[in-house]
């Protein structure tokens, strides 16, 4: 391979720089920036009202935003917005296929919106189906699919143009877990084929499992990016300390965060989390070290609880 084939190789699928959007009067994206190149997977985190759908809905051009730039394979997307929308699947949190078409005919149509349309159109549809496991249900309407099929039916509609770049928001809401882990096995065989993939979700597992890369939302902006790891780090603490909430010294221990300038901790049904860095877990141990309690990593449920506390 050549330096100028390497070098074409990392350049991002997905450059989005100072991302704006505005609805009546409040900024519900306020100066994005992100990235996502072929073979990851960029998860993007916040609770609700965080702007994701938002921000997704900017960079695969369903809005426009008021500020900023989008830039899909090296393609402006407000100069070439064909071009480079031919270079994008999206698959909706919401199934939006057509239930008077079958299930290929719901492929054939999608085929026929591009100008011009993908090479060897029925081979592509074909192999389509066969892959999500769909091929049994071709000639079939997709109201008889069950959830799981149906999803498929969503991801295989995404991918007939053979795009660079996937957006994928809220693929696997509403899923069963053994169907739920069918479409992380069929994502996963996607991000290795070198597809770009940026993803919402709320399952926090689904996000761990999935992504090389988060991107974490509040209120329109972001707090956070990076691995996983990094971004616990960054807005969780190094280590979750879990307590009994019924135990007698709860109050103390109340008392005493409020006093180390810790987050008040977080009431889990009977549980107290309480995250805590490496010295302060020290502090703790020397100052409560009577009490029973468990210390663990970080998780993005731990994460994604913070968030809902700031929302």
Not at 21 to 49: M, T
Not at 51 to 78: E, M, S, W
Not at 159 to 179: C, I, N
């Amino acid at each position: 391979m050549s330096m100028a084939d390497a070098n074409l190789q990392n350049e991002p699928v997905l450059l989005a720089t100072g991302l704006v959007k505005q609805f009546d009067g409040r900024r519900v994206v306020d100066e994005v920036d992100l990235q996502c190149r072929g073979g990851q997977v960029l998860g993007l985190l916040g609770a609700n009202g965080a702007g994701k759908t938002t921000t997704l809905r900017l960079c695969y051009g369903f809005l426009q935003p008021d500020a900023g730039a989008v830039q899909v394979a090296g393609i402006d997307r407000r100069t070439h917005p064909e071009e480079a929308s031919r270079r994008v699947g999206v698959c909706t949190q919401d199934d939006t296929f057509d239930t008077d078409f079958t299930v290929r005919g719901n492929l054939e149509q999608v085929g026929r919106y591009f100008r011009p349309r993908p090479p060897a159109l029925a081979a592509r549809i074909g192999a389509l189906l066969e892959r999500f496991g769909l091929d049994r249900y071709a000639d079939a309407k997709p109201d008889i699919l069950s959830g799981g099929y149906r999803r498929r039916l969503m991801l295989a509609r995404a991918l007939v143009h053979q795009p660079q770049l996937l957006f994928l928001d809220e693929p696997t809401t509403g899923l069963d877990p053994q169907a739920r882990l069918e479409v992380w096995e069929l994502i996963d065989t996607l991000r290795r084929e070198g597809l770009g993939i940026v993803l919402t979700t709320h399952y926090m597992e689904e996000a761990e499992r999935l992504s090389d890369e988060l991107l974490v939302l509040r209120e329109g902006r972001t707090v956070a990016t990076g691995p996983s790891q990094t971004v616990l780090g960054d807005l969780v603490g190094e280590h979750m300390l879990v307590l009994e909430a019924a135990d007698p010294a709860i109050p103390a221990v109340r008392d005493w965060a409020r006093q180390a300038g810790l987050p008040e901790p977080t009431r889990v049904l009977s549980a107290l989390h309480l995250a805590l860095d490496g010295p302060g877990l020290a502090q703790f141990s020397a100052r409560f070290g009577e009490l029973r309690f468990e210390v663990r990593p970080p998780t993005l449920d731990d994460l994604f609880l913070k968030l809902a506390e700031k929302a």
